[in-house]
């Protein structure tokens, strides 16, 4: 193995170090790390070490793996002895129910908040100086003389050159960004994020990553990430996905700030 390989091999396993320490450390949900795919990195990245240092750290990415399994198995155990109901299931239950036995289920865990109002010396006074203070009817409603204005005749390409009508609808242009993302795509199942977002100028990189979060949002596309590499894909989907997902739906944030457009503008043109 090269040298440019092997600090490659070490790069991905600090990543896999920071990714599992992240679990303990911020909370991460354990079951987010894909433990087979890092076995799988950590046995094939395995044979090439040759240095102490690099089996120590071979070593601490099994140690923080082994920690994050623990997590897993402390998750199912908590989940198994704390009555946990999936909410699932609890729906399905109450689709089951017939009126008489949603009311009587409802009556039973129904806690009505009660509030009382009533007036006092303060509040009155408050009204009463609300209503002093203000000015004379007649000087409240004076009508205003209506203003002379020419009446005309438009045409619709001048309201779109005035931006006041839109050109396409909104789900038109992103039928047609839709249409555009799989052009790019190919053959190939998916392409990096910043491949497609990407522009000559900073505003249309912003207008791309505007439209692609409405392609993930409304089914036209969904999003994959590889945290060991640290890169962002999107997928296309053959046809929009209508109604939401039966898995856990995760806001994803990604940065497009003008010093990440620069930096990959200037990968782009070496």
Avoid at 197 to 217: H, I, K, Q
């Amino acid at each position: 193995m090269s040298a440019q390989e092997k600090k490659h091999s070490s790069e991905r396993l600090q990543r896999v170090i920071e990714l599992c320490k992240s679990v303990e450390d911020k909370g991460v949900d354990p079951f987010a790390v894909d433990v087979d795919h890092i076995i799988a990195t950590l046995k094939k990245c395995f044979s090439d070490w040759e240095s102490p240092e690099e089996l120590a750290l071979d070593a601490e990415a099994v140690q923080y793996l082994a920690s994050v399994i623990q997590n897993q198995g402390d998750w199912v155990k908590h989940r198994s002895t704390s009555l946990y109901t999936d909410p699932f299931l609890i729906e399905e239950k109450l689709q089951r129910l017939d009126k008489e036995g949603l009311v009587t289920l409802f009556t039973k865990v129904w806690n009505p908040i009660i509030e009382l109002e009533q007036l006092s010396i303060p509040s009155i006074a408050e009204a009463m100086k609300y209503w002093n203070d203000l000015p004379p009817i007649d000087e409240r409603w004076q009508r205003l003389d209506p203003t002379a204005v020419m009446t005309g005749a438009t045409t619709r390409e001048e309201l779109i050159r005035q931006k006041i009508l839109a050109e396409k609808t909104f789900f038109e242009e992103l039928e047609a960004f839709w249409q555009t993302l799989k052009q790019k795509v190919g053959k190939n199942e998916k392409i990096l994020y910043w491949d497609f977002v990407g522009a000559d100028t900073y505003s249309e990189t912003l207008d791309n990553a505007y439209m692609t979060s409405f392609l993930v949002t409304y089914g036209y596309a969904t999003l994959k990430l590889d945290p060991l590499e640290e890169e962002i894909f999107i997928i296309p989907l053959k046809e929009p996905r209508s109604g939401l997902s039966d898995k856990q739906m995760v806001s994803v944030p990604i940065s497009v700030s003008h010093e990440d457009w620069i930096r990959w503008k200037e990968e782009n043109q070496t």
